[in-house]
Protein backbone atom coordinates (compact mmCIF):
# COMPACT_ATOMS: atom_id res chain seq x y z
CA UNK A 1 0.00 0.00 0.00
CA UNK A 2 1.12 3.04 -1.19
CA UNK A 3 1.20 6.53 0.92
CA UNK A 4 0.57 9.93 0.19
CA UNK A 5 1.88 13.40 1.36
CA UNK A 6 -1.42 15.74 1.49
CA UNK A 7 -0.86 19.33 2.53
CA UNK A 8 -3.92 20.51 4.55
CA UNK A 9 -4.19 24.34 5.36
CA UNK A 10 -0.65 24.75 5.53
CA UNK A 11 0.32 21.66 7.44
CA UNK A 12 1.16 18.24 6.01
CA UNK A 13 -0.50 14.94 6.75
CA UNK A 14 0.68 11.17 5.43
CA UNK A 15 -2.44 9.29 4.66
CA UNK A 16 -2.78 5.74 2.70
CA UNK A 17 -3.76 6.37 -0.66
CA UNK A 18 -4.87 3.46 -1.48
CA UNK A 19 -7.80 3.80 1.61
CA UNK A 20 -8.37 7.41 1.44
CA UNK A 21 -9.38 7.54 -2.50
CA UNK A 22 -11.51 4.55 -1.03
CA UNK A 23 -13.37 6.56 1.00
CA UNK A 24 -13.29 9.81 -0.50
CA UNK A 25 -14.76 8.15 -3.43
CA UNK A 26 -17.81 6.32 -1.54
CA UNK A 27 -18.60 9.65 0.76
CA UNK A 28 -18.95 11.49 -3.30
CA UNK A 29 -21.08 8.64 -3.87
CA UNK A 30 -23.27 9.43 -0.79
CA UNK A 31 -23.79 12.72 -1.23
CA UNK A 32 -24.16 11.95 -4.90
CA UNK A 33 -27.21 9.27 -4.42
CA UNK A 34 -28.92 11.76 -1.50
CA UNK A 35 -28.80 14.59 -4.00
CA UNK A 36 -30.48 12.43 -6.37
CA UNK A 37 -32.97 11.44 -3.88
CA UNK A 38 -33.73 14.94 -2.75
CA UNK A 39 -33.85 16.37 -6.61
CA UNK A 40 -36.08 13.65 -7.32
CA UNK A 41 -38.80 14.30 -3.97
CA UNK A 42 -38.85 18.12 -4.90
CA UNK A 43 -39.43 17.69 -8.31
CA UNK A 44 -41.58 15.32 -8.53
CA UNK A 45 -43.28 15.67 -5.41
CA UNK A 46 -42.87 18.48 -3.55
CA UNK A 47 -43.68 21.56 -6.24
CA UNK A 48 -46.46 19.41 -7.26
CA UNK A 49 -48.01 20.40 -3.71
CA UNK A 50 -51.02 23.20 -3.67
CA UNK A 51 -48.68 25.61 -1.59
CA UNK A 52 -50.74 28.38 -0.23
CA UNK A 53 -48.11 30.56 1.70
CA UNK A 54 -47.00 33.78 0.49
CA UNK A 55 -43.03 33.16 1.03
CA UNK A 56 -41.00 31.42 -1.70
CA UNK A 57 -39.93 28.51 0.07
CA UNK A 58 -40.93 25.63 -2.88
CA UNK A 59 -39.73 28.07 -5.39
CA UNK A 60 -36.04 28.42 -3.56
CA UNK A 61 -36.20 24.57 -3.28
CA UNK A 62 -37.09 24.31 -6.87
CA UNK A 63 -34.38 26.22 -7.61
CA UNK A 64 -31.80 24.33 -5.24
CA UNK A 65 -32.23 21.27 -7.56
CA UNK A 66 -32.28 22.67 -10.25
CA UNK A 67 -28.80 24.01 -10.31
CA UNK A 68 -27.27 20.57 -8.66
CA UNK A 69 -27.92 18.78 -11.86
CA UNK A 70 -24.27 20.36 -12.64
CA UNK A 71 -22.92 18.51 -9.85
CA UNK A 72 -24.46 15.46 -9.23
CA UNK A 73 -24.81 13.36 -12.22
CA UNK A 74 -21.64 14.30 -13.45
CA UNK A 75 -19.54 13.76 -10.43
CA UNK A 76 -21.51 10.53 -10.19
CA UNK A 77 -20.13 9.46 -13.49
CA UNK A 78 -16.76 10.45 -12.88
CA UNK A 79 -16.11 8.23 -10.41
CA UNK A 80 -17.96 5.29 -12.30
CA UNK A 81 -15.34 6.13 -14.47
CA UNK A 82 -12.27 5.57 -12.16
CA UNK A 83 -13.56 2.40 -11.07
CA UNK A 84 -13.66 1.30 -14.58
CA UNK A 85 -10.43 1.38 -15.56
CA UNK A 86 -9.19 -2.27 -14.37
CA UNK A 87 -11.89 -3.68 -16.39
CA UNK A 88 -10.86 -0.89 -19.16
CA UNK A 89 -8.19 -2.96 -19.49
CA UNK A 90 -9.22 -6.75 -19.44
CA UNK A 91 -10.28 -8.49 -22.49
CA UNK A 92 -14.23 -8.55 -23.34
CA UNK A 93 -14.69 -12.07 -22.29
CA UNK A 94 -13.83 -11.35 -18.88
CA UNK A 95 -15.85 -8.18 -18.16
CA UNK A 96 -18.40 -8.27 -20.17
CA UNK A 97 -20.56 -10.28 -17.65
CA UNK A 98 -19.50 -8.00 -14.45
CA UNK A 99 -19.34 -4.44 -16.91
CA UNK A 100 -22.28 -5.00 -19.41
CA UNK A 101 -24.70 -7.71 -18.77
CA UNK A 102 -24.53 -6.93 -15.07
CA UNK A 103 -26.00 -3.84 -15.25
CA UNK A 104 -28.41 -4.39 -18.60
CA UNK A 105 -30.02 -7.14 -16.36
CA UNK A 106 -30.39 -4.42 -13.41
CA UNK A 107 -31.89 -2.19 -15.81
CA UNK A 108 -34.48 -4.72 -16.91
CA UNK A 109 -35.38 -6.10 -14.12
CA UNK A 110 -36.17 -3.05 -12.73
CA UNK A 111 -37.87 -1.01 -15.17
CA UNK A 112 -40.56 -4.17 -15.25
CA UNK A 113 -41.19 -3.44 -11.63
CA UNK A 114 -40.76 0.13 -11.67
CA UNK A 115 -43.54 -0.02 -15.04
CA UNK A 116 -45.76 -2.76 -13.16
CA UNK A 117 -46.02 -0.26 -9.91
CA UNK A 118 -46.22 3.58 -11.21
CA UNK A 119 -48.74 1.63 -13.58
CA UNK A 120 -50.93 2.05 -10.64
CA UNK A 121 -49.67 5.87 -9.57
CA UNK A 122 -50.98 7.94 -13.05
CA UNK A 123 -50.90 10.89 -10.78
CA UNK A 124 -47.49 10.99 -10.01
CA UNK A 125 -45.23 12.91 -12.41
CA UNK A 126 -42.81 10.49 -14.24
CA UNK A 127 -41.97 8.86 -17.12
CA UNK A 128 -44.12 5.30 -17.20
CA UNK A 129 -44.76 2.93 -20.15
CA UNK A 130 -48.22 2.37 -20.70
CA UNK A 131 -47.84 0.47 -23.38
CA UNK A 132 -45.51 -2.41 -25.12
CA UNK A 133 -44.49 0.33 -27.62
CA UNK A 134 -43.39 2.90 -25.08
CA UNK A 135 -41.60 0.26 -22.72
CA UNK A 136 -39.49 -0.87 -25.81
CA UNK A 137 -38.94 2.59 -26.34
CA UNK A 138 -37.92 2.86 -22.82
CA UNK A 139 -35.33 -0.12 -22.78
CA UNK A 140 -33.34 1.28 -25.53
CA UNK A 141 -33.31 5.02 -26.91
CA UNK A 142 -35.30 6.76 -24.34
CA UNK A 143 -34.71 5.48 -20.76
CA UNK A 144 -36.56 6.57 -17.74
CA UNK A 145 -35.09 7.26 -14.41
CA UNK A 146 -32.85 4.00 -14.07
CA UNK A 147 -30.80 5.65 -17.13
CA UNK A 148 -27.67 5.40 -14.85
CA UNK A 149 -27.86 1.79 -15.08
CA UNK A 150 -28.46 1.55 -18.64
CA UNK A 151 -25.56 4.29 -19.11
CA UNK A 152 -23.25 2.51 -17.36
CA UNK A 153 -23.24 -0.59 -19.52
CA UNK A 154 -23.39 1.45 -22.96
CA UNK A 155 -20.03 4.08 -21.84
CA UNK A 156 -18.40 1.30 -20.63
CA UNK A 157 -18.75 -0.53 -24.26
CA UNK A 158 -18.80 2.87 -25.77
CA UNK A 159 -15.12 3.15 -24.48
CA UNK A 160 -13.91 0.03 -24.92
CA UNK A 161 -14.72 -0.46 -28.46
CA UNK A 162 -13.33 3.36 -28.89
CA UNK A 163 -9.84 2.16 -27.48
CA UNK A 164 -8.30 2.79 -30.15
CA UNK A 165 -9.20 6.52 -30.58
CA UNK A 166 -6.76 8.54 -29.63
CA UNK A 167 -7.85 9.87 -25.77
CA UNK A 168 -8.04 14.01 -26.74
CA UNK A 169 -10.11 13.28 -29.77
CA UNK A 170 -12.47 11.00 -27.65
CA UNK A 171 -12.91 13.20 -24.88
CA UNK A 172 -13.12 16.54 -27.82
CA UNK A 173 -15.61 14.43 -29.27
CA UNK A 174 -17.99 13.81 -26.01
CA UNK A 175 -17.54 17.15 -25.16
CA UNK A 176 -19.14 18.15 -28.49
CA UNK A 177 -21.82 15.26 -27.85
CA UNK A 178 -22.33 16.81 -24.48
CA UNK A 179 -22.63 20.46 -25.88
CA UNK A 180 -24.97 19.51 -28.59
CA UNK A 181 -27.46 18.09 -26.22
CA UNK A 182 -27.45 20.42 -23.54
CA UNK A 183 -28.06 23.29 -26.20
CA UNK A 184 -31.17 20.83 -27.53
CA UNK A 185 -29.77 20.96 -30.97
CA UNK A 186 -30.51 17.48 -31.21
CA UNK A 187 -34.22 15.57 -30.16
CA UNK A 188 -33.41 14.82 -26.22
CA UNK A 189 -36.71 13.41 -24.69
CA UNK A 190 -36.75 11.54 -21.67
CA UNK A 191 -33.34 11.19 -20.23
CA UNK A 192 -31.54 10.54 -23.75
CA UNK A 193 -30.25 14.38 -23.51
CA UNK A 194 -28.38 13.11 -19.69
CA UNK A 195 -27.32 10.10 -21.38
CA UNK A 196 -25.76 11.93 -24.02
CA UNK A 197 -24.15 14.74 -21.69
CA UNK A 198 -22.85 12.87 -18.95
CA UNK A 199 -20.64 10.62 -21.32
CA UNK A 200 -17.42 12.85 -21.46
CA UNK A 201 -17.78 12.50 -17.19
CA UNK A 202 -17.00 8.74 -17.52
CA UNK A 203 -14.73 9.25 -20.24
CA UNK A 204 -12.75 11.48 -18.16
CA UNK A 205 -12.84 9.50 -14.74
CA UNK A 206 -11.92 6.49 -17.12
CA UNK A 207 -9.02 8.36 -18.65
CA UNK A 208 -7.44 11.12 -16.64
CA UNK A 209 -7.71 9.26 -13.40
CA UNK A 210 -4.34 9.59 -12.32
CA UNK A 211 -4.50 13.23 -12.67
CA UNK A 212 -8.05 13.02 -10.50
CA UNK A 213 -6.07 11.37 -7.77
CA UNK A 214 -3.29 13.92 -7.91
CA UNK A 215 -6.19 16.70 -7.32
CA UNK A 216 -7.40 14.60 -4.82
CA UNK A 217 -4.43 14.06 -3.12
CA UNK A 218 -3.19 17.86 -3.10
CA UNK A 219 -6.56 19.38 -1.91
CA UNK A 220 -6.79 21.31 0.61
CA UNK A 221 -10.17 23.67 2.41
CA UNK A 222 -8.23 26.61 0.90
CA UNK A 223 -8.55 25.35 -2.75
CA UNK A 224 -12.06 23.76 -2.05
CA UNK A 225 -13.31 26.30 -1.12
CA UNK A 226 -12.27 28.63 -4.06
CA UNK A 227 -13.50 26.35 -6.62
CA UNK A 228 -16.91 26.10 -4.60
CA UNK A 229 -16.68 29.92 -5.01
CA UNK A 230 -16.45 29.61 -8.34
CA UNK A 231 -18.92 27.06 -8.61
CA UNK A 232 -21.50 29.31 -6.91
CA UNK A 233 -20.70 31.81 -9.11
CA UNK A 234 -21.10 30.20 -12.33
CA UNK A 235 -24.65 28.35 -11.30
CA UNK A 236 -26.14 31.68 -10.03
CA UNK A 237 -24.84 33.81 -13.68
CA UNK A 238 -26.06 30.69 -15.34
CA UNK A 239 -29.69 31.20 -14.09
CA UNK A 240 -29.45 34.42 -13.97
CA UNK A 241 -29.06 34.63 -17.53
CA UNK A 242 -31.52 32.15 -18.70
CA UNK A 243 -28.45 30.29 -20.56
CA UNK A 244 -28.47 26.50 -19.55
CA UNK A 245 -29.14 26.45 -23.52
CA UNK A 246 -26.15 28.01 -24.85
CA UNK A 247 -23.39 25.61 -26.26
CA UNK A 248 -20.85 25.30 -23.74
CA UNK A 249 -22.72 26.80 -20.76
CA UNK A 250 -23.78 23.17 -19.18
CA UNK A 251 -21.22 21.39 -19.78
CA UNK A 252 -18.20 24.17 -18.49
CA UNK A 253 -20.87 24.78 -15.35
CA UNK A 254 -20.47 20.91 -15.03
CA UNK A 255 -17.14 20.56 -15.25
CA UNK A 256 -15.92 23.08 -12.68
CA UNK A 257 -19.01 21.56 -10.31
CA UNK A 258 -17.29 18.09 -10.55
CA UNK A 259 -13.61 19.49 -10.02
CA UNK A 260 -15.60 21.07 -6.91
CA UNK A 261 -16.84 17.63 -5.40
CA UNK A 262 -13.68 15.91 -6.28
CA UNK A 263 -12.03 18.66 -3.91
CA UNK A 264 -14.25 18.65 -1.22
CA UNK A 265 -14.77 14.93 -0.96
CA UNK A 266 -11.45 14.11 0.85
CA UNK A 267 -12.10 16.70 2.97
CA UNK A 268 -15.30 15.63 4.12
CA UNK A 269 -14.24 11.74 4.54
CA UNK A 270 -11.70 13.13 7.30
CA UNK A 271 -15.16 14.28 9.81
CA UNK A 272 -14.81 10.89 11.61
CA UNK A 273 -18.94 11.11 12.35
CA UNK A 274 -19.89 12.32 8.84
CA UNK A 275 -17.38 10.89 6.46
CA UNK A 276 -18.24 7.36 8.02
CA UNK A 277 -21.83 7.57 7.35
CA UNK A 278 -21.84 9.08 3.66
CA UNK A 279 -19.25 6.48 2.85
CA UNK A 280 -21.44 3.95 4.54
CA UNK A 281 -23.98 5.16 2.31
CA UNK A 282 -22.02 5.45 -0.44
CA UNK A 283 -21.33 1.73 -0.52
CA UNK A 284 -25.47 1.19 -0.58
CA UNK A 285 -25.89 3.34 -3.40
CA UNK A 286 -27.96 0.71 -5.51
CA UNK A 287 -30.64 -0.23 -3.35
CA UNK A 288 -31.58 3.24 -2.72
CA UNK A 289 -31.33 4.06 -6.60
CA UNK A 290 -33.56 1.07 -7.64
CA UNK A 291 -35.87 1.63 -4.66
CA UNK A 292 -36.55 5.01 -4.20
CA UNK A 293 -38.74 5.63 -7.09
CA UNK A 294 -41.42 3.44 -6.55
CA UNK A 295 -41.87 4.28 -3.27
CA UNK A 296 -41.84 7.95 -3.95
CA UNK A 297 -44.49 7.62 -6.14
CA UNK A 298 -46.92 5.71 -3.53
CA UNK A 299 -45.91 8.56 -0.89
CA UNK A 300 -46.98 11.31 -3.54
CA UNK A 301 -50.62 9.35 -3.76
CA UNK A 302 -51.04 8.98 -0.13
CA UNK A 303 -49.57 12.38 1.11
CA UNK A 304 -50.62 15.08 -1.79
CA UNK A 305 -54.05 15.77 -0.71
CA UNK A 306 -53.59 16.02 2.70
CA UNK A 307 -50.62 18.55 2.12
CA UNK A 308 -52.76 20.60 -0.04
CA UNK A 309 -55.40 20.93 1.78
CA UNK A 310 -53.27 21.55 4.80
CA UNK A 311 -53.79 25.14 6.72
CA UNK A 312 -51.19 27.75 5.68
CA UNK A 313 -49.44 27.97 8.90
CA UNK A 314 -48.77 23.99 8.57
CA UNK A 315 -47.90 24.55 5.45
CA UNK A 316 -45.00 27.17 6.09
CA UNK A 317 -43.55 25.00 8.62
CA UNK A 318 -43.56 21.57 6.64
CA UNK A 319 -41.93 23.87 3.35
CA UNK A 320 -39.01 24.01 5.20
CA UNK A 321 -37.92 21.02 5.84
CA UNK A 322 -40.34 18.31 4.24
CA UNK A 323 -37.80 17.84 1.15
CA UNK A 324 -34.96 16.93 3.94
CA UNK A 325 -37.50 14.71 5.78
CA UNK A 326 -38.85 12.85 3.23
CA UNK A 327 -35.30 11.97 1.75
CA UNK A 328 -33.82 10.48 5.07
CA UNK A 329 -37.46 8.20 5.22
CA UNK A 330 -36.95 6.88 1.49
CA UNK A 331 -33.59 6.31 1.91
CA UNK A 332 -34.02 4.62 5.38
CA UNK A 333 -36.92 2.72 3.58
CA UNK A 334 -34.98 1.77 0.58
CA UNK A 335 -32.18 -0.04 2.62
CA UNK A 336 -34.70 -1.36 5.35
CA UNK A 337 -36.48 -2.95 2.04
CA UNK A 338 -32.84 -4.47 0.64
CA UNK A 339 -32.56 -5.75 3.65
CA UNK A 340 -35.73 -7.18 3.97
CA UNK A 341 -35.41 -8.86 0.07
CA UNK A 342 -31.89 -9.98 0.72
CA UNK A 343 -33.46 -12.04 3.88
CA UNK A 344 -36.02 -12.94 1.79
CA UNK A 345 -33.52 -14.69 -0.53
CA UNK A 346 -34.09 -12.46 -3.52
CA UNK A 347 -30.51 -11.43 -4.58
CA UNK A 348 -31.46 -11.49 -8.11
CA UNK A 349 -32.79 -7.86 -7.94
CA UNK A 350 -29.23 -6.64 -7.36
CA UNK A 351 -26.94 -8.92 -9.10
CA UNK A 352 -26.45 -11.01 -11.72
CA UNK A 353 -26.92 -14.69 -10.67
CA UNK A 354 -23.20 -15.81 -10.92
CA UNK A 355 -22.33 -18.90 -12.83
CA UNK A 356 -22.49 -22.42 -11.72
CA UNK A 357 -19.46 -24.51 -12.20
CA UNK A 358 -20.01 -27.45 -14.04
CA UNK A 359 -18.54 -30.47 -12.24
Known amino acids: MTTATTKIEGTTTKVESTTSRA ?113 AEQLTITPPNLWYLYALAI ?50 GLHLRPHIERLVRNTSWRRAAAVAAVYAVATAAMAATATQQTPTIWTTVSLIGTVFGLSAAPLVARWTHIGAALSWLGRRTLPIYVIHMPLLALLHIALIGRLSNASPAVQTVLAVAYPVIVTALLVALCLLAEYGLKAARATWLFELASRRTRV
Open 155 to 204: YFVAAKALHRVPVPILLGAAALLAVVAAADLIATPGNRGSLLQNFVFFLL
Open 23 to 135: VWADVAKGVCILLVVLWHTVNKHYLQVDWKISAPIPAMWGFFGDQLMTLRMPLFFTISGMFAVSAYHRPWRVVVRSRVAKFLYLYLIWMLIHTAILWFTPGFDTTAARSLGQF
